[in-house]
């Protein structure tokens, strides 16, 4: 069975970075696509940003797009979502998915559990 794990976040003044990553234990990624998507309090979860884990054709929403870049690592099967230039409104949490892609949750088979990101003003 398919399991991801996230880890990297934290509480980050804004302006600042962090580096968030995405194990996947099992062939989560080998044909298909890796998502990040972030959900505030009080608001529905939206899309970050996506990558193919073979072709490396990356998406990425408008409010992040120039600030956070998503990679996959094949040898270790993890993927890593930068973020820099850190803004109040990127607080959430952070999920990683994997499935066919790209934007919308529905297409999307397997979650992780979360992590939190906090910036702070």
């Known amino acids: 069975q398919a399991r991801l794990v996230e880890s990297g976040g934290g509480l980050v003044q804004a302006g600042g970075s962090l580096r968030l990553s995405c194990a996947a234990s099992?062939?989560?990624?080998?044909?298909?696509?890796m998502g990040w998507f972030r959900q505030a309090p009080g608001k529905e979860r939206e899309f970050v940003a996506a990558?193919?884990?073979?072709?490396?054709?990356?998406k990425y929403s408008e409010s992040v797009k120039g600030r956070f870049t998503i990679s996959r690592d094949y040898a270790k099967n993890t993927g890593y979502l930068q973020m820099n230039s850190l803004k109040v409104d990127d607080t959430a949490v952070y999920y990683c998915?994997?499935?066919?892609?790209?934007?919308?949750?529905?297409?999307?088979?397997?979650w992780g559990q979360g992590t939190q990101v906090t910036v702070s003003s």
């Open positions: 998915a994997g499935g066919p892609g790209w934007t919308s949750t529905d297409s999307y088979d397997y």
């Open positions: 990558i193919h884990w073979r072709g490396g054709i990356t």
């Open positions: 099992g062939d989560t990624f080998s044909t298909s696509v």
